[in-house]
């Protein structure tokens, strides 16, 4: 049974920082691509980053570009987030996905939309205070 379980998220003040993390189980992690979407009350759900199967490769939203880092560690079937300069926009439930149709998937930039992703965590809430 595929399972993603987010953590890490809370209540911090602008410029703040935060680490989200994303811990799997239920199918071989080390295979599949993974990202982080978010969705703010009253807005859709949005493309944050993404990182491939062996964590060589990430893509990033451009609201998150050089303040957000997507990481994985394969041998302990766990992603992150590294949220840095938080900004009171980032406020959001952040939400862990896996694309387990697509084994060894390459080209990041083309796996932005929440349909092509087929497992989700919970969610996890990320408020930030101005």
């Not at 807005?43 to 880092?69: C, L, M, P, Q």
């Not at 300069?85 to 387990?100: F, G, H, Q, R, W």
């Not at 697509?102 to 101005?130: C, H, I, L």
């Amino acid at each position: 049974q595929v399972q993603l379980v987010e953590s890490g998220g809370g209540l911090v003040q602008a410029g703040g920082s935060l680490r989200l993390s994303c811990a799997a189980s239920g199918f071989t992690f080390s295979s599949y691509s993974m990202a982080w979407f978010r969705q703010a009350p009253g807005e859709e759900r949005s493309f944050a980053a993404n990182i491939n199967y062996d964590g060589t490769a990430a893509n990033y939203a451009a609201s998150v570009k050089d303040r957000f880092t997507i990481s994985r560690d394969n041998a302990k079937n766990t992603m992150y987030l590294q949220m840095n300069s938080l900004k009171p926009e980032d406020t959001a439930v952040y939400y862990c996905a896996a694309d387990l149709r697509r084994p060894f998937r390459t080209g990041n930039s083309r796996y932005t939309e929440a349909p092509q992703y087929n497992s989700w965590g919970q969610g996890t809430q990320v408020t930030v205070s101005s």
